[in-house]
């Protein structure tokens, strides 16, 4: 089911109903702390690995930009979060190595345009700026537009792969992108795309790590709780979370910076099962930038969204 899809049929389903309504993969339930929760599923290699065009040693990227404002193409952000193969365990100090085309599908490989890396925080999130890649011939077919990823956690090895976007339509023909079996699928690592609120893209990708390398994205809220929007997004003073509770349990929703910082917890008491609505206006002071509000279902956060405040927006 397409994350758009995914939204619809939340919106669309009574709460009551929607635990035994969408959880079709019960069999994969594990146990842990006595609470039960959907294990992940594996995020592949990609069949062409890292390519010809990586450069060792790429910089540290400052506030998480990869690409310079002067950088001609669409403006693109990719977020998410990097956890363990449970789920439940967010991974800290995972490097992401990252580099892509530029928009005329041309490499740096004098320098290191384009070129990065990031550390997920205290909470797993990772976060970069850059410009979707152009395309460049491969043979006689054009590569669909992709990012490099290098991801290496402090106690596993590296995961080499790619990410790919849907409803390009150079994928079909693509060799790698195509793939949707076996140890090369891509299947999960072709995500939507949205507009950012900024004229500019965004998107989600979330990736989970097991002890003998790699492995990517979940459903894990389907049967406990879901935050549906964030409003306005980008916001200046003021922002609003609708979320949702599916059983009864002890719910927080909190929100944390970019170092993994917890800046406000929203809500911290029993909840039945109903939809909500929370306001978050942070205190005087709080710099702009990009923070991941979190919904808590008892021991386990069960779903995020980035939102951004933005000083003067709208105005």
């Not at 967010?90 to 085309?101: K, L, N, Q, R």
């Not at 530029?102 to 700026?129: A, H, I, P």
């Not at 939809?275 to 942070?282: F, I, M, Q, V």
């Amino acid at each position: 089911m397409s994350n758009a899809n995914r939204r619809s049929f939340l919106k669309n389903t009574s709460l009551a109903a929607l635990g035994a309504a969408v959880l079709p993969h019960a069999s994969q339930a594990k146990t842990k702390n006595e609470k039960d929760f959907i294990g992940c599923t594996a995020t592949t290699q990609d069949l062409y690995g890292e390519g010809p065009f990586y450069t060792e040693n790429p910089p540290e990227l400052t506030d998480g930009v990869l690409a310079e404002s002067t950088e001609e193409g669409v403006k693109l952000i990719i977020s998410g979060r990097v956890m363990k193969l449970d789920c439940s365990e967010f991974v800290e100090g995972a490097v992401v190595d990252i580099w892509h085309a530029d928009d005329n599908g041309d490499y740096d490989n004098q320098g290191y345009n384009l070129r990065g890396k990031v550390t997920t925080n205290s909470e797993g999130f990772y976060l970069f700026e850059t410009i979707k890649p152009g395309k460049y011939l491969n043979g006689t077919q054009f590569r669909p537009s992709h990012i490099h990823f290098k991801i290496t956690p402090p106690d596993s090895p590296t995961l080499t792969t790619q990410l790919y976007f849907s409803g390009d339509e150079d994928i079909p023909d693509d060799a790698a992108a195509s793939l949707n079996s076996g140890v090369y699928n891509a299947t999960g690592r072709i995500i939507p795309l949205f507009d950012d609120g900024n004229e500019g893209l965004e998107g989600v990708w979330d990736i989970v790590l097991d002890s003998s390398g790699a492995n990517g994205m979940t459903d894990i809220h389907l049967d406990k709780g879901v935050i549906y929007k964030t409003h306005p997004n980008p916001f200046t003073d003021k922002l609003t979370i609708s979320y949702g509770v599916f059983k009864e349990a002890r719910a927080s929703l909190l929100v944390f910076n970019m170092k993994g910082e917890q800046v406000a917890n929203l809500e911290e008491k029993v909840l039945s099962a109903k939809k909500y609505e929370s306001t978050w206006r942070p205190e005087a002071g709080l710099t702009d930038g990009h923070y991941f509000v979190c919904l808590k279902i008892n021991d386990l956060q069960v779903h995020y969204l980035k939102v951004q405040k933005m000083s003067g927006y709208g105005y």
